[in-house]
């Protein structure tokens, strides 16, 4: 226990969260836990320091009814801490930091291949020539929706896109 204490002192708080990178909710969970932990220690400081024994002598000097005086006295003699058995609740702290490591390695790799993915799109449009220098042919190479929605229209005989006038005018001369 005493080697717990002293790790526990050793935590300097106001950098953990820091060198960690710890932001928002992790950020905050971590003061909320500090905040307990200086509570608990403080409490455990101010019951220390308390004096565990009773004077039953004095309580026998100043109360009439003596057999409640033993009755008590006894039952301090006789009281034992009662144990807990902590393993079940270690084995399911256990599997919740195994579950909890597992979804963050699941979650590291969903950013990674997305991280893969941007930088594949982001070298894809450096690369890119200009949408000037495009030719129509490569344009429908690209996307063959295009095609497929200006030869609806057409058979539909609609010669004009929807929604073009209204977001760039009416560019005919007349």
Excluded: C
Excluded at 81 to 104: G, M, S
């Amino acid at each position: 226990m005493a080697a717990g204490r002293s790790a526990a002192l050793k935590i300097d708080w106001s950098k953990l969260s820091t060198s960690l990178g710890l932001k928002g909710q992790t950020a905050a969970s971590l003061q909320a836990f500090k905040k307990r932990n200086d509570d608990a220690r403080r409490k455990i400081q101010a019951l220390s320091t308390q004096a565990d024994s009773v004077d039953f002598a004095y309580y026998r000097a100043n109360l009439k009814n003596q057999a409640v005086v033993n009755e008590i006295e006894n039952h301090v003699k006789n009281f034992k801490p009662k144990t807990y058995d902590v393993n079940k609740q270690i084995k399911a702290i256990e599997q919740f930091e195994a579950q909890a490591l597992k979804n963050a390695e699941e979650t590291k790799g969903m950013v990674d291949k997305e991280l893969a993915d941007l930088d594949k799109t982001l070298k894809n449009i450096e690369q890119a020539r200009p949408f000037e220098d495009l030719t129509v042919d490569e344009v429908v190479a690209a996307r063959p929706d295009i095609d497929e929605r200006t030869s609806q229209l057409v058979s539909k005989g609609r010669w004009s896109v929807p929604g073009y006038k209204e977001k760039f005018g009416d560019l005919s001369v007349l």
